[in-house]
């Protein structure tokens, strides 16, 4: 395994269960520093995705299993579910167009609303009209990459910390991978799986023997998130009718209570957090449209995630790349790519898919 995020902790969970002997080789002297701890902890309901797409699917599908595996092994989560507003008639038709792809996608639980109902479950947002959706919730993605390792260790997985995978190639007896780090080595398998996040295209181009035709192009663009100071005026999640690409400046709440609101979306050409301050005019607009008694002031500058994206500007979303032998002809090695929302709900279906792909 290459990469101890969310997702490929999960993989590393799976393949361990599955009885085979597992090693994580994580670059960063801690696990889930990147994507997996820079997002909005969302367990999404599978409501926006192209039907048939992996997203949708393993969306739908790992929302399932998420709710069940933080149950079974005391994961914090809450499934206080979240409301979708059009702030004004023109926006009348994004939310019914949300509704039939939802449908379409087997989420079958949204209950559409007018202004009295949504004014009722919260007091302080304005829109004309809405749907609830039940099924949506939030998890701590720490407490839950921490039980994914518990189950992969506990069926003898090991996680290396500090050991970045620098170059490989493919050997005609497995993939060989150079391992950097205090301690560099080289780790010789049958099997591979890249789940290097923001760096899988690169860490794939280092591999020599893959392709580089089933290589995507790399992209990235940042979200910035505001914190709101003081109690939560939410008692669930509130998305605004969005652009197409992105979910909108929406509202997040943490376990503990507080809310986020973010994130927004640039493009940006390197993987560099550095939050920028200059975000604030427009969080402060972009919110008021729903939230009007936002106070001039209560926004906190919070942090920032990178989505790892594989279309580039003006191009059309892309889904999840996840690439097996029979795209690249590799034998034991799967390639995930693009890994961006809603993964970390995903992770255990994502999971099963990889288990899959190296069964074929
Ligand atoms: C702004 C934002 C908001 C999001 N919100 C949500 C949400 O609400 N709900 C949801 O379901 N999903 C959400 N997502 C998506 C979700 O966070 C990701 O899909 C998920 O965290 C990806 O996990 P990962 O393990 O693939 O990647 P990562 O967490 O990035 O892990 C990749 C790991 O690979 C390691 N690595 C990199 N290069 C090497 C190397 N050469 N050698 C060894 N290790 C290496 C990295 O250090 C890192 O630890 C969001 C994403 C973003 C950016």
Not at 7 to 22: F, K, N, P, Y
Not at 105 to 125: F, H, K, T
Not at 272 to 293: K, L, M
Request: with cysteine; net charge neutral; aromatic share 8%.
């Amino acid at each position: 395994m290459i990469g101890a995020g969310a997702v490929g902790l999960a993989i590393a969970r799976r393949l361990a269960l599955s009885g085979r002997e597992v090693v994580v080789l994580e670059a960063e002297s801690a696990l889930g520093t990147h994507t997996s701890s820079r997002n909005s902890e969302v367990i999404h309901a599978g409501i926006y995705y192209a039907t048939g797409s992996l997203k949708a699917r393993l969306c739908v599908a790992g929302r399932k299993t998420l709710y069940r595996y933080c149950a079974e092994r005391a994961v914090n989560h809450q499934r206080m579910g979240k409301i979708v507003v059009a702030c004004d008639e023109s926006e009348l038709a994004g939310l019914s167009k949300y509704r039939d792809q939802a449908e379409r996608n087997g989420v079958d639980d949204l209950q559409l609303l007018g202004r009295g109902e949504l004014a009722a479950l919260e007091p302080e947002v304005r829109c004309v009209a809405g749907f609830l959706s039940p099924s949506t919730g939030i998890v701590d993605s720490h407490g839950l990459m921490l039980a994914y390792l518990g189950d992969a260790e506990s069926r003898g997985a090991t996680l290396a910390l500090g050991s970045p995978v620098i170059s490989g190639r493919v050997e005609k007896r497995g993939i060989v991978l150079e391992v950097g780090g205090a301690e560099p080595m080289t780790v010789e398998s049958g099997t591979v799986v890249n789940s290097a996040g923001l760096a899988a295209q690169a860490v794939a181009r280092s591999i020599a023997g893959i392709p580089p035709s089933t290589i995507p192009r790399s992209f990235y663009a940042i979200g910035h998130y505001y914190t709101l100071s003081g109690a939560s005026p939410f008692r669930r999640l509130v998305y605004p009718v969005a652009r197409q690409d992105w979910l909108g400046v929406h509202v997040t709440l943490a376990l503990g209570g507080r809310v986020k609101f973010g994130p927004d979306f640039t493009w940006i050409d390197r993987v560099d957090y550095r939050f920028d301050a200059g975000r604030e005019v427009a969080f402060y607009s972009a919110i008021r449209r729903y939230y009007p008694g936002l106070q001039d002031g209560s926004l906190l500058p919070g942090y920032t995630g990178i989505r790892p994206k594989t279309a580039g500007p003006g191009e059309p979303v892309q889904d999840f790349a996840i690439l097996g032998p029979r795209e690249h002809g590799v034998a034991g090695l799967v390639n995930l790519f693009g890994i961006e929302s809603p993964g970390l709900t995903s992770s255990l279906a994502i999971a099963d898919y990889v288990a899959e792909l190296l069964v074929a």
